[in-house]
């Protein structure tokens, strides 16, 4: 009798052991993808930099989405509101300098380049306007 208690419990061992061994092993999860935002645009690196706000796009040309982005966000330009598409190809540098990692990013500033909103990926026209109207009424 006293054998088979220790059988048995030399066996969960075992198996305790295997189990943990086997979790150690797995893989760990790919890290979740960055999505830098811009806190700052330097208003002076866009188009009419003295419209009270401005609405940045970020594309890229090898991006399925961004080329109806850009036609959505030109849809916003207005007295009150620049536009600015800035393609990875063409502005390289703009990429680089606000850290985009991602595309389409859209962002929205005030009239000191402070971010009021962005929306990273596809996003539809009637959240554009909304967003952008919502910061103009505030």
Request: aromatic share 6%; charged share 20%.
């Amino acid at each position: 009798m006293i054998r088979a208690l220790i059988g048995a419990a030399l066996l969960g061992v075992v198996l305790l052991a295997t189990r943990l061994a086997s979790r150690r092993r797995q893989p760990a999860p790919a890290p979740a993808a960055r999505r830098s935002v811009p806190a700052q645009l330097y208003r002076a690196d866009f188009p009419n930099p003295d419209a009270p706000w401005i609405a940045v796009l970020f594309s890229s040309s090898t991006c399925a989405s961004c080329a109806p982005m850009a036609d959505k966000v030109r849809a916003l330009e207005s007295d009150d509101v620049a536009v600015a598409v800035v393609e990875f190809t063409q502005h390289r540098d703009l990429h680089e300098r606000y850290a985009i990692d991602a595309v389409p990013l859209v962002v929205i500033a005030d009239r000191d380049g402070v971010t009021r909103a962005s929306f990273a990926g596809a996003v539809s026209a009637a959240d554009l306007w909304a967003a952008v109207a919502q910061l103009r009424d505030e």
